[in-house]
């Protein structure tokens, strides 16, 4: 099957930066959309950033300036560069990738969650 591995979370002051990584491994023939999520405590999940196999990018509204999506290809891989963080921000963020294998038709899969808390 196919494993998004989230990393590059962490603690971070207010207005400072953090890059999340995510990999996808697996018997991989193709990806096409892949994106970022955030769940905050007692929040639901939301849309953080996507990113199509060309390279069109979306954002939520909140982090337009301040957020990057960005993918590798040749990796399998897609990364979030945040910067100027508000505490607000504190949240599990999630990869998501929608993924065609030699197994299994397209379908969407999801990390385990990579945590960033930012303190103000």
């Known amino acids: 099957q196919v494993r998004l591995v989230e990393s590059g979370g962490g603690l971070v002051q207010a207005g400072g930066s953090l890059r999340l990584s995510c990999a996808a491994s697996g018997r991989i023939l193709s990806i096409n959309d892949m994106g970022w999520y955030r769940q905050a405590p007692g929040k639901q999940r939301e849309l953080v950033a996507t990113?199509?196999?060309?390279?069109?990018?979306d954002y939520a509204d909140s982090v337009k300036g301040r957020f990057t999506i960005f993918r590798d290809n040749a990796k399998n891989t897609v990364y979030l560069q945040m910067n100027n963080l508000k505490a607000e921000e504190t949240a599990v963020y999630y990869c998501?990738?929608?993924?065609?294998?030699?197994?299994?038709?397209?379908?969407?899969?999801w990390g385990q969650g990579t945590q960033v808390t930012v303190s103000s």
């Open positions: 998501n990738a929608r993924v065609l294998t030699a197994i299994s038709p397209w379908s969407d899969y």
């Open positions: 990113i199509t196999s060309s390279g069109t990018t």
